[in-house]
C-alpha cells in the first residue's frame, strides 16, 4: 500500500521568510512518481511539479525548489521569500509506475503568509 | 476554457435523493478520474476511465456511488439515496495519457442536510 504523511498541518510565516514543507512517502513499487498541488482558497488544485523516482536531482523554479531524498522517502518543497499569494494548502501526492496513476495524497500542509 | 470543468459548483441535497456531478475533461485527455476530499483531508481516489472503459472502481465507497463515461469525454458521477457522510467535494482530473501529470478541475461541493 501507499502512504504520503505531511506532518505539519500548518504553518505560518511572516512575509519574505523562507519556509520548507516536509512529505515522507511509502511504496513498495520501485518506479513511481512524486508530485505537488497547491490548493488556493478557490478550491482547484493546481499541478505543480512531477518527479520520477530515478531521478534525485533537485529541482529550483523561480522561488520554489524541491529536494528529493530517495535514502529518506521524502519529497520537500521550499518557497524562498514566501509571499501573502503563497497561502494555500499544499499537497504531496504519490503514483505508481502502472496504467492508472492514480495519486495517493497526504494530508495537507495549510501555509499561511502574513503581511 | 481549456482546463477542466465540473458542474454544478455547490450541490445541497436532502438524505435519500439522487445527485449527479458532471466533468468535462480537457479536451483530447484520455485517462479522467474522480476522487472525494473530506473537509480538512487530503484527496482520495474514487475511480478511474480510459477513454470510454472504467478500469479502476476500487475506490467508490459504496455501491451507491456510480460513475459513466459513455463517449469517452464528459462523466457523470452519480450518488444514490444520499447520506451525511457523501458531504465532501468532489473532484475530477484529467490527463493526456495515464502516464502524464493530471489536471484537476474546481469540484463539486455537496451538502447533504
Redesign the interface.
Known amino acids: 500500500a501507499q502512504k504520503v504523511t505531511q506532518a505539519q498541518t500548518e504553518i505560518s510565516v511572516v512575509e519574505k521568510e523562507d519556509v520548507t514543507l516536509d512529505c515522507v512517502y511509502e511504496t513498495r513499487d520501485t518506479t513511481y512518481y512524486l508530485f505537488w498541488y497547491k490548493q488556493p482558497p478557490s478550491g482547484e488544485l493546481v499541478f505543480l511539479i512531477r518527479r520520477n523516482s530515478f531521478d534525485e536531482q533537485n529541482e529550483i523554479s523561480g522561488r520554489y525548489s524541491w529536494n528529493f531524498q530517495k535514502s529518506t522517502s521524502s519529497f520537500n518543497f521550499t518557497i524562498t521569500a514566501s509571499q501573502v499569494v503563497d497561502s494555500a494548502v499544499y499537497f504531496c501526492a504519490l503514483s505508481g509506475d502502472n496504467a492508472g496513476n492514480m495519486l495517493t495524497f497526504g494530508g495537507g500542509t495549510r501555509l499561511m503568509v502574513k503581511p | 476554457g481549456a482546463g477542466v470543468s465540473q458542474s454544478p459548483r455547490y450541490k445541497v441535497a436532502k438524505r435519500g435523493q439522487d445527485v449527479a456531478l458532471r466533468c468535462d475533461p480537457i479536451s483530447g485527455h484520455v ?1 479522467l ?1 474522480w ?1 472525494q476530499q473530506a473537509l ?6 474514487l475511480t ?1 476511465f ?1 477513454n470510454e472503459a472504467q ?2 472502481k476500487s ?1 467508490l465507497p459504496s455501491d451507491r456511488f456510480f460513475a459513466e463515461r459513455p463517449e469517452g469525454s464528459v462523466s457523470t458521477l452519480k450518488i444514490q439515496r444520499t447520506q451525511q457522510e457523501d458531504s465532501a ?1 468532489y ?1 475530477c ?1 484529467s ?1 493526456l495519457t ?2 502524464n ?7 463539486t ?1 455537496l451538502t447533504v442536510l
Open positions: 485517462s478520474f476522487y480538512g483531508q487530503g484527496p482520495e481516489f478511474y480510459q478500469l479502476d475506490g467535494v473532484l482530473a490527463s495515464s502516464y501529470e493530471q489536471f484537476f478541475g474546481p469540484g461541493r
